[in-house]
């Protein structure tokens, strides 16, 4: 089934209509996050990269056409006018791995209002979902003060392809591996992963569990201990490890109980069999407050994986994010609904180190040292320059999240950090206000742009 059928049935309902009614204008839709979830001090742009593919494939066929029509139990024929519709606009974006915050657009597209219109849908859900996963990510990151982070989230993620998503944003926001072979394979990712209980349970005792994992993995290997008696288990594997000589580069992994207490007892029983090289890796339920917690302690922790909380975000599993038609045929247009306004006109974002950002309109001049966040990523329905990687996205990410002040990065109790409304943008805002509600005429409120 096409990607374009997934969408919600109003987008189909007002692109038809839209197209009976000669709309065909240029529109122009801004998604941006309204509010930061609790808890959060800014948010981590991603899933551009994988929504820039979905446009660029976008195209309503016959088979598309007949769902549409048995989405609404009508006739084929009277869908016909949406066959062959394909994105044609152009795209304007904060390129992934950026730090954001509430109010500034992700990205802005401008179409025929039909395509922009039934894009809605799926871009809410791509970018929406990888940002949540994204800055929940980076928390965990900024939380474990230096030490590897790995992705465990596969086995609970939201479906598979969140799962992916997952590991991807994990790796724009710095993870040191996952355990999602896919992810790793296509993305460039370190892969890693250790063993199961199962694994453990399916020898007779955890020693001959060890010794036949290290039988058939040369390299340095990573034991699970906590499977029945999490202090014998440490012991047994540091035997099997001396005997082995396989210390150096080799691990164990902690999986369950105090964290805490445990990991200071097995560094002892490591160090003691001469396992100084032995690293602790933990795992079970964590996310960035769990690690924090530990890091805090001085737990003796080398590496942290993290997995259903972190991949589902559990702490905050969506965005207050939104999709809204700020532009029509060159026409600023708003929304007044309680709770819900939003700004007119197409936006820009300029970043002034030091400063708070600005929320400006789309062809105001760039403040002196300022830098613009949106970038035209796409003319026509194709993309202007080559796919962006994971690398690059974490190259700025790292760049953004070190500017931060350090009371929006801190894990708990974050202080958010709010942009600055330009001044054309304000007078541009009560000005559509003031027409939308009768008391200015539609030529004052059109001409707040000039």
């Keep these: ?98 730090v954001v915050h509430a109010g500034e657009p992700l990205l802005e597209v401008t179409a ?55 590991a991807r944003t994990g790796g724009i926001v710095g993870f040191a591996g996952t355990s999602n072979v896919a992810a790793a394979t296509r993305l460039g990712l370190t892969a890693s992963g250790t063993m199961a209980h199962s694994y453990v349970e399916a020898f007779p005792d955890e020693e001959a569990a060890f010794r036949a994992f290290a039988r058939a993995h040369p390299g340095p290997v990573t034991f699970l201990v906590d499977t029945y008696d999490t202090e014998r288990g440490v012991v047994t594997a540091a035997r099997v490890l001396r005997e082995l000589h396989r210390g150096t580069g080799c691990g164990i992994r902690l999986d369950s109980g105090d964290l805490d207490a445990l990991s200071r007892r097995s560094r002892e029983l490591l160090d003691a069999a001469g396992l100084d090289g032995t690293r602790i890796v933990v795992s079970g339920g964590l ?6 917690e530990l890091i805090r302690a001085g737990a003796p922790v080398d590496v942290f ?20 038609l700020v532009e029509y045929d060159g026409r600023p247009v708003m929304k007044l609904s309680s709770a819900k306004v939003t700004a007119p006109g197409r936006k820009q974002v300029f970043r002034t180190p030091g400063g708070p950002d600005v929320l400006a309109l789309w062809d105001e001049p760039r403040p002196e040292g300022a830098e613009p966040l949106l970038r035209t990523v796409m003319r026509g329905g194709r993309r202007i320059g080559p796919p962006d990687d994971v690398a690059a996205a974490h190259a700025r990410f790292v760049a953004d999240v070190t500017a931060l002040p350090a009371s929006a990065r801190r894990v708990r109790d974050p202080a958010p950090v709010a942009p600055r409304v330009s001044t054309r943008l304000a007078e541009l805002t009560d000005a559509v206000r003031g027409r939308l509600a009768g008391t200015v005429s539609p030529a004052a409120a059109g001409g707040g742009r000039a």
């Design 1 to 98: 089934m096409s990607d374009v059928t997934t969408t919600d049935l109003y987008e189909v309902t007002m692109a038809l209509s839209y197209v009976h009614e000669g709309m065909d204008a240029p529109a122009t839709f801004s998604l941006f996050v309204r509010r930061l979830p609790p808890g959060r001090g800014f948010l981590v742009s991603a899933g551009l990269e994988p929504a820039l593919d979905y446009l660029s494939g976008f195209r309503v066929t016959r088979g598309d056409v007949r769902r549409f029509a048995a989405a609404l139990d009508r006739d084929p024929a009277e869908l016909e006018p949406l066959l062959g519709l394909a994105f044609r606009g152009e795209v304007r974006a904060v390129p992934e791995g950026r």
């Design 287 to 292: 996310d960035e407050y769990g690690v924090d």
């Design 112 to 166: 025929p209002l039909p395509q922009a219109q039934l894009v809605e849908s799926y871009l809410l859900a791509l970018v929406s979902h990888q940002t949540t996963v994204a800055s929940k990510a980076a928390r965990s990151v900024l939380a474990a003060a230096g030490h590897p982070v790995i992705d465990f989230s596969l086995r609970r993620a939201h479906g598979p392809q969140a799962g992916f998503q997952a």
């Design 305 to 324: 994986a993290v997995g259903t909380k972190v991949g589902t975000s559990a702490d905050a599993p969506y965005l207050d994010s939104a999709y809204k």
